[in-house]
């Protein structure tokens, strides 16, 4: 029998740290990836010994072992679009915005993973400003959560009209569009995001789920607008698809270890291969 190859299908590149958990990071970005029918590709920054509980370790990888596997993927394979995730340090994240600054026809998806959900800042203030600096300018769209966009704009976020001013410090900052996530906010808007894009804002709610299952809704939003690109859609249309897969997936998160499960990215075949 003859394959029924594909040269047309869609190639994405996620720039990112490995979750040994499985629910964030690489892992997460490749299977939505896998679940837009998208190719996933993957340069790891850093490898991180991590659970439901936290990270116990992190192992950092050379800036030249992330530019060598990005430019492996780039001169051979060619993306459409690619998302940065846990950059870890000041020297890959400059490494980074200048290789792939020489790719032409790249849609950018810069998730500026700094903070993580409880509040605690996972990079230091010299990969923040080489975050600020380097990578920010070259988005297409930067999806920073409520305590990533306090840093990146210096302003206090805790209603709507908060990250409202937050979207448009941080856009000044060189990005095309500003998604300032609300997952880390209470009441009736979390799980409500602010989308700014210079001329117009937005605020962007499906339904807010309750779980506290809720690891890896960062990395999956960013990954599946980047896929969404990939695929063709404009921006906002990729935000906004990217948004339903992400409150399905939150839908079906999976409550496993002893503390805070990952979303279930695998929905869309549940009652496929669901169990007896
Ligand atoms: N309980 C919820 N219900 C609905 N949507 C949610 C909920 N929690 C998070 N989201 C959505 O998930 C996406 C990611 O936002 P969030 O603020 O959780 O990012 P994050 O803190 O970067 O995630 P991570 O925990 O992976 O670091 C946003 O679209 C946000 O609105
Ligand atoms: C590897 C990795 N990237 C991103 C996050 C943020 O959710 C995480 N916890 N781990």
């Known amino acids: 029998m003859v394959a029924n190859s594909n040269s047309n299908i869609p190639i994405a590149l996620t720039i990112a740290g490995s979750d040994s958990g499985g629910g964030a990071g690489i892992q997460a970005d490749l299977r939505t990836f896998a679940f837009h029918c998208v190719h996933g590709t993957s340069a790891l920054t850093c490898v991180t010994a991590q659970n439901t509980l936290g990270v116990n370790r992190v192992d950092a990888l050379s800036p030249e072992a992330v530019v060598a596997q990005i430019e492996a993927v780039a001169t051979d394979i060619g993306i459409s679009a690619v998302k940065t995730g846990m950059l870890l340090n000041s020297e890959i994240i400059a490494a980074v915005a200048q290789t ?99 001329q117009n804002d937005e605020t962007l709610k499906t339904e807010t789920v309750d779980t506290p299952h809720t690891h890896g809704t960062g990395c999956t939003l960013s990954a599946a607008i980047a896929a969404n690109l990939a695929l063709g859609c404009e921006l906002r249309e990729a935000v906004g698809r990217a948004k339903q897969y992400l409150t399905q997936a939150l839908k079906h998160s999976l409550a496993i270890g002893q503390g805070q499960g990952p979303v279930g990215h695998f929905f869309p075949l549940l009652d496929e291969f669901r169990q007896p």
């Open 100 to 198: 792939i600054e020489k790719l032409e026809n790249l849609q950018v998806v810069v998730d500026p993973v700094m903070v993580s959900r409880s509040g605690v800042q996972l990079i230091d203030d010299e990969a923040v400003e080489t975050l600020r600096e380097t990578l920010i300018p070259q988005a297409t769209i930067v999806t920073p959560n409520r305590y990533e966009a306090q840093i990146l704009s210096g302003l206090e976020i805790r209603d709507l009209e908060e990250m409202r001013s937050a979207a448009r410090c941080i856009h000044h900052l060189g990005a095309g569009t500003v998604l300032v996530k609300g997952g880390g906010m209470s009441g009736n808007i979390r799980g409500v995001d602010l989308w700014y894009d210079g």
